[in-house]
């Protein structure tokens, strides 16, 4: 059996001002998205129920829509 290492390597971003807000909106519907999500799984919804309704109300990919479920 092989084992494979994982590398962290630690880095600073300094993105300019409009790469800046472009990635901060994206934050911010990601975690809206993740507390949204929370709360309907907390009443009951499947995550299947909740990729497409996450999708078409946030407006994000299936790839971001899966990480916040």
């Known amino acids: 059996m092989v084992m494979k290492q994982i590398i962290t390597i630690q880095a600073r971003l300094f993105p300019k001002k409009e790469e800046k ?34 999708q078409s109300f946030f407006k994000l990919n299936s790839r971001y829509v899966d990480d916040a479920i």
């Open 21 to 54: 807000e472009c990635l901060d909106n994206l934050m911010q519907k990601w975690n809206s998205c993740k507390r949204y999500a929370y709360n309907r799984l907390l009443e009951g919804k499947t995550r299947k129920e909740l990729k497409k309704e996450l």
